[in-house]
């Protein structure tokens, strides 16, 4: 089952960020959008998908991570597809709108799986997992900076992703089936399984302290190009986050390392400093922008495995959707505020750009301090 799970998540990854890695180059540069429409469209794929996961992540407790997978996948291509030929503000909306459905389905149903394997191989399993990730998230990159050299250009690269979706969906049906509750149950279920997590207040506190994480973890992609640096530059970076992410995962996974609090609040950290460096940038220092990318790999790397490891000990194994739900819904309407925010202040120009960047810095620094239990 990891094994299939593994290959799931490299096919759908490398679609993934061939995509986004080019996605703000091309709307700012190609489509010729706004900083804060580009923030916009991202905050809405981010806010949308996260925001979702509040009920989704029951829901794949009702019907199952099969079958919620194969479906997320048939979304999110259908999203891809749209995507690449969408030239106005409305269609490209309305693509982010279905690769956030997409994005909703997905992940409670690979976390599921993941959730369900007996804990001694839980740790290698998820360490697995993420590393297969990141290693396509070092493939991705380059890989749609090669499309884009053809003649269809950013259309090519979001085909392509529309594909690997595709055939990451096929993969999924060939999982084993799991009993289900009836659906009539499972509905009525849905706001009884939020209503379970809200009340568990040690986990609800640490939804709310870790809800920066995944701005941190995503915000480098929107910054980077944000500030000025070339495709190449930009790819570069993103790949070498990606590899120093995935070569942290044998460490992390060694003796339940990700289960331990100080693992969490020195991912946290290194993600302070990597925007702090950032903050400095102007577009042109290639080097600086390694240091950063560096300390946001150490910091993706230590962050999700810690995040996941100490949700899946303490949700009950039926609850894990529901859990998952609403710990991924706080980061993701953090993310979604965040990315309206910091696409306004780029527009101000260097200084705002250097504020948001602080500021994003900042929180991390405050997650690292606050986080407690659960």
């Known amino acids: 089952m990891i094994v299939t799970v593994v290959a799931i998540q490299s096919i759908a990854c490398i679609g993934f960020f061939s995509v986004m890695a080019h996605l703000v180059a091309h709307l700012r540069h190609d489509l010729g959008l706004l900083a804060g429409t580009v923030g916009l469209i991202l905050g809405v794929r981010v806010g ?26 048939a979304v999110r291509a259908v999203g891809f597809g749209l995507l690449g030929v969408a ?9 982010a709108v279905l690769v ?30 993420v590393t297969t990730q990141h290693l396509a998230t070092v493939t991705g990159p380059p890989a749609g900076l090669v499309l884009l050299s053809f003649g269809p250009g950013f259309a090519l690269i979001a085909g392509t992703a529309a594909a690997l979706w595709a055939v990451a969906g096929v993969l999924f049906l060939l999982l084993p089936r799991r009993r289900t509750r009836p659906v009539q149950a499972g509905l009525r279920d849905v706001l009884r399984g939020v209503r379970a997590v809200l009340g568990d207040r040690a986990f609800l506190l640490f939804a709310l302290m870790t809800a920066p994480t995944t701005l ?102 039926e609850r894990f959707g529901s859990y998952y739900g609403v710990l991924a819904f706080c980061a993701g309407m953090f993310a979604f505020a965040g990315d309206l925010v910091i696409g306004r ?5 260097p200084a705002g750009a250097a504020g948001a960047l602080i500021g994003v810095g900042a929180f991390a620094f405050a997650a690292a301090i606050g986080t407690r239990g659960p």
């Open 87 to 95: 030239d106005g503000v409305g269609a490209l909306l309305g693509a």
């Open 216 to 317: 941190l973890a995503n915000n480098i992609m929107t910054a980077v190009p944000l500030l000025g640096f070339g495709s190449g530059a930009a790819t570069l970076s993103f790949c070498l986050l990606a590899a120093v992410a995935a070569a942290v995962q044998p460490f992390v996974a060694a003796r339940h390392r990700g289960e331990r609090p100080w693992v969490l609040r020195l991912g946290l950290l290194c993600s302070a400093a990597a925007f702090c460096v950032l903050a400095a940038l102007d577009g042109t220092q290639s080097c600086p922008l390694m240091v950063a990318a560096v300390l946001n790999g150490v910091a993706n790397g230590l962050v999700q495995p810690s995040i996941f490891q100490r949700a899946a000990r303490h949700a009950p194994p």
């Open 48 to 73: 949308l998908q996260f925001a979702l996961l509040l009920p989704v992540g029951t829901l794949t407790d009702m019907i199952g991570p099969r079958l919620t997978g194969a479906l997320s996948c």
């Open 345 to 349: 202040l780029f527009d101000l120009g």
């Open 100 to 129: 956030a459905v997409g994005g909703a389905l997905y992940n409670p149903a690979v976390h599921t799986i993941l959730a369900g394997v007996e804990p001694a191989r839980r740790s290698g399993g998820f360490a697995a997992y």
